[in-house]
């Protein structure tokens, strides 16, 4: 496991904290801030960058990535440190897009407010989701999970063709105040202290007693029972805070897109969040955020590599050009049978044995 | 080594998977023919060295660091579980492990499939004479049947092959003593018909150095003893470590 | 209108109690709940394709290609998948076999391109008319090779000595193995066997409607069968296959084509919810 769910190590890396690490973590916080700057600018310091010197990414792009990591971080922590495993997470993200729907495009009331009422919506939704846990265990509660999904996109797709047809539920532009969030960059400021403040929120929520004991139990459950907790209600409130945080991320992603479908919150949608944490590293924080990237950035650069064999023929080409977006999900699909046989940390995990290794230094 | 010897366990050491070592250096041989007893408290290494020897090892994510089992003259340190029991290895595992939901007549046709199915009526048959009982519960759910029963099963199904070595782990496990004697009568038969050799661990200690010709003791995965059944019977050591909980009860209560 | 609607979810429903029996072949043995199986009914589809298409061969030849092909495909995603896996978290097994669906999607997409292919067999396609009753001919083969398929695998298990030592295996792993099974070898073809149902049960849907990555999904539906059935049970799994066959159809009949889905995950939520251990499986497993 990584260092970041092992409030022991927590605790003592803050107490190790030097001045070395503010200074890098100064850095990093300059980097976040300047990058969104390069990616519309597509210069540095005045200096143009070619598109594949910036892997062909665009501000578009870090934005969906800021949302998926909400989904990545909110499923690692009900998968990962509490042990549920729930492969109808895409349930939440079109509960969130829904309820912002109802609030936000009918009743239009404002932003702020409607991702109040998607989070609600989601931890109700993420409580009746979660009941089948007090009745099984194991594989039946996954299915009961997937079972979940299936109704919810029903649910879904019932509502969008009784109030907006084929094409799909508008949302209009979101505004916090006076703020118009009207453009990638302006999103970008509003999705990344977001996508912060959800990361160190659910760290903290690990460290206090209730997030040790869930823990605990996925361990082993007499653990978490002997720790004083009532695991039923604990794995409900877990339930609830991961599915809030998921309906959330499901209002904004609604909303970057500014147009959603009962298809857009498909299986595979809810597969790829599993993706992403096993890429990252099952019960790391971090590693959600990583797998996130890998799952969003990726293809676009993959897509900008394969343009260099845009005058390719033959075999090279079926494959590379006119298969580009199967040649992505293979790639993906061997990324993550390779890490699950190779590495069951995922990247945070190698990442973490290659500063140990480079450092000399043990770490988790 | 001589062929005068069926098995022979030389300076085995056996880790599991972030865990100290479970055997460490153990030596121990059975002689052709011949019957002889591992005792031990709990977690001595008594079911490692079983597993090391008929191959379990890698099923329980265990594995030998060093040292090697050799059968009938052959280091099978390599060999899978059924390779072994082809070679004329059989057991008899701790909690029985028969198939519950297999009928008493299925159960035993497993345990046969190693033979050419000519002879898989008489090994049957042989089984059948050995333990009546099992025969009249042949078309029985093997889950619904008695201790007992279930432990006539497993020995059933460990000799329907005819072994020259048979492994008995446990045998007393939770059963009446005096069905436990009646058990160990049976298996003297057994050596007498098939002449198969036999490694028995048990916990009720007087009842194996009284049917065993030879013993060893492992304490925390050494050997601590060996000799002959009845000077380790003998022995002061073993009187105060381990015979002496034999008052508490001769149902292998030290759990 | 009724009889045939139960007449198609009978025929329908044999096909995914078939795919829904290898599916719990697999289970039973190894454990994994495999998310492949509708993929490998699709497999089964475009290797038949390939035989009778491409390489020409006389349908029978095809059909024993299309099964060696994917008895293969089962046998290797035991060696090269579940495996290394062994002793890994359930959702470590249930990802590997969502990740090998996505590769083979992936890969059939790249080989023979996202646009569905025709599969044209000798097998008759006419319709019998019986009163008001239309019955396709290929829906009833369909039923027919199904309930056949079905019967000799129930045989195999019930009545050889492989069948014998699968059905050990499946009971208890280490058991097996200290009986002198082959346990690595009884899981390989535990999942050759449920690749080959897969893929014959592919076969008739890709005839049945074209032959087409989409196709999966129609696969998968051996889930929910499975789960309604009775997970540990072999019988189970044919049953909640012929009850998803006639739920499907009837819901799509009576009340809209788009409801099948909500129904039958509904009434595999329920239950989920009061019987978790299916309708004809046993009641210690599985629970609280």
């Not at chain 1, 976040?32 to 005045?46: C, D, N, W």
């Not at chain 2, 069926?6 to 059975?30: M, Q």
């Not at chain 2, 299925?106 to 046969?112: E, I, K, M, Q, Y």
């Amino acid at each position: 496991m990584s260092d970041t769910l092992a409030p022991a190590t927590v605790a003592a890396a803050r107490a190790k904290t030097s001045p070395g690490k503010w200074i890098v973590r100064a850095i990093v916080l300059a980097v976040l801030i300047y990058a969104p700057f390069v990616l519309t600018s597509r210069s540095i310091f005045g200096i143009p960058l070619s598109n594949m010197q910036l892997l062909n990414l665009g501000l578009t792009q870090i934005n969906l990535m800021l949302i998926a990591m909400l989904g990545a971080l909110s499923l690692n922590f009900l998968t990962g440190s509490a042990g549920l495993i729930s492969i109808g997470h895409a349930a939440f993200y079109a509960t969130g897009a829904m309820t912002a729907a109802i609030f936000g495009t009918q009743l239009g009331w404002p932003f702020p407010l409607v991702l109040v009422c998607a989070a609600i919506a989601g931890a109700l939704a993420g409580i009746l989701a979660g009941l089948p846990s007090l009745r099984v265990r194991g594989l039946y509660f996954v299915l009961s999970t997937l079972a979940v999904h299936y109704v919810v996109v029903f649910l879904f797709q019932e509502y969008q063709f009784a109030f907006f047809g084929v094409v799909g539920v508008p949302f209009a532009q979101p505004s916090i105040g006076p703020i118009a969030i009207d453009s990638p960059i302006r999103w970008y400021f509003f999705l990344l202290p977001l996508v912060a403040l959800v990361y160190f929120g659910l760290r903290n929520v690990l460290a206090t007693r209730e997030g040790r004991a869930l823990m605990a139990m996925r361990d082993h459950e007499l653990a978490a029972t002997a720790m004083g907790a009532d695991v039923r209600i604990l794995r409900l409130k877990a339930f609830a805070l991961s599915s809030a945080i998921a309906a959330v991320a499901g209002a904004l992603y609604a909303h970057l897109l500014t147009n959603a479908t009962s298809e857009v919150f498909g299986i595979n949608f809810a597969i790829q969040f599993i993706a992403m944490i096993i890429i990252g590293g099952l019960g790391s924080l971090s590693g959600s955020l990583l797998g996130a990237a890998v799952w969003l950035l990726l293809p676009t650069i993959i897509t900008g590599l394969t343009s260099f064999a845009a005058d390719s023929t033959g075999i090279v080409r079926t494959v590379l050009v006119d298969h580009r977006p199967q040649l992505v999900q293979m790639i993906f699909g061997l990324i993550v049978i390779v890490l699950l046989i190779f590495a069951p940390g995922g990247m945070a995990d190698l990442i973490a044995k290659l500063r140990a290794a480079l450092f000399g230094r043990r770490h988790g | 080594m001589s062929h005068d010897t069926i098995l022979s366990v030389e300076n085995l050491s056996v880790g599991y998977a972030r865990k100290g070592l479970a055997l460490d250096d153990v030596s121990l041989t059975v002689p052709r023919g011949g019957i002889v007893a591992l005792l031990g408290a709990n977690g001595a290494g008594k079911t490692t060295l079983i597993r090391a020897i008929s191959g379990l090892l890698d099923h329980h994510h265990g594995r030998i660091e060093s040292g090697q089992v050799r059968f009938d003259g052959r280091v099978v340190n390599a060999l899978p579980p059924h390779k072994r029991i082809r070679l004329g290895m059989a057991q008899s595992p701790e909690g029985r492990l028969i198939f519950k939901n297999l009928t008493v007549e299925d159960n035993l046709l497993v345990g046969a499939a190693i033979l050419p199915s000519a002879k898989r009526q008489d090994g049957l048959d042989a089984v059948y004479a050995l333990f009546p009982r099992l025969k009249e519960r042949r078309g029985q759910s093997a889950g619904w049947m008695s201790g007992g029963e279930q432990q006539m099963l497993a020995l059933g199904r460990a000799l329907i092959g005819r072994p020259q070595l048979l492994l008995v782990d446990e045998l007393s496990l939770g059963l009446a003593p005096l069905l436990v004697r009646s058990i160990y009568e049976e298996l003297k038969k057994v050596r007498e018909l098939f002449g198969s050799s036999m490694l028995i661990v048990e916990q009720n200690a007087k009842l194996a150095l009284g049917f065993a010709e030879q013993a060893y003791v492992l304490d925390r995965g050494r050997i601590a003893l060996s000799g002959f059944a009845a000077d380790v019977a003998a022995s002061t050591a073993i009187r105060d470590s381990y015979l002496g909980t034999e008052r508490v009860g001769n149902e292998g209560a030290h759990a | 209108m009724f009889a045939q609607v139960l007449f198609s979810g009978l025929a329908l429903g044999s096909i995914y109690g078939l795919v829904a029996l290898g599916f719990a072949v697999v289970f039973k043995a190894t454990d994994v709940f495999n998310f492949a199986q509708g993929m490998f009914a699709v497999c089964g589809a475009y290797f038949a394709v390939t035989a009778i298409s491409a390489l020409d061969l006389p349908f029978g030849l095809a059909i024993l290609f299309m099964i060696a092909a994917c008895a293969t495909l089962g046998v290797l995603a035991h060696i090269f998948l579940i495996q290394p896996l062994a002793g890994r978290s359930m959702l470590a097994i249930i990802m590997v076999t969502i990740a090998l669906s996505i590769v083979l999607r992936a890969g059939i997409e790249i080989f023979y391109g996202p646009q569905g292919r025709v599969l044209t067999t000798p097998l008759p396609s006419g319709v019998i008319r019986i009163g008001d009753l239309r019955i396709s001919q290929l829906h009833l083969i369909a039923a027919l090779t199904s309930w056949a398929c079905m019967a000799i695998f129930g045989a195999f298990f019930r009545f050889t000595s492989v069948g014998l030592l699968m059905r050990a295996t499946a009971d208890g792993h280490e058991a097996a193995l200290v009986s002198g099974v082959n346990v690595n070898a009884m899981n390989r073809l535990a999942w050759a066997i449920g690749a080959v149902l897969a893929g014959i049960g592919g076969l008739f849907l890709g005839q049945l409607q074209i032959v087409s990555p989409e196709l999966e999904a129609i696969g998968l539906l051996a889930l929910p069968a499975v789960v309604i059935g009775g997970m540990q049970s072999i019988p189970g799994a044919i049953i909640g296959g012929l009850l998803v066959g006639l739920i499907a159809q009837f819901a799509g009949s009576y009340i809209s084509p788009k409801s099948t889905d909500i129904v039958i995950y509904g009434l595999l939520l329920l239950i989920l919810m009061v019987r978790p251990w299916g309708l004809l499986g046993q009641r210690e497993l599985g629970r609280v």
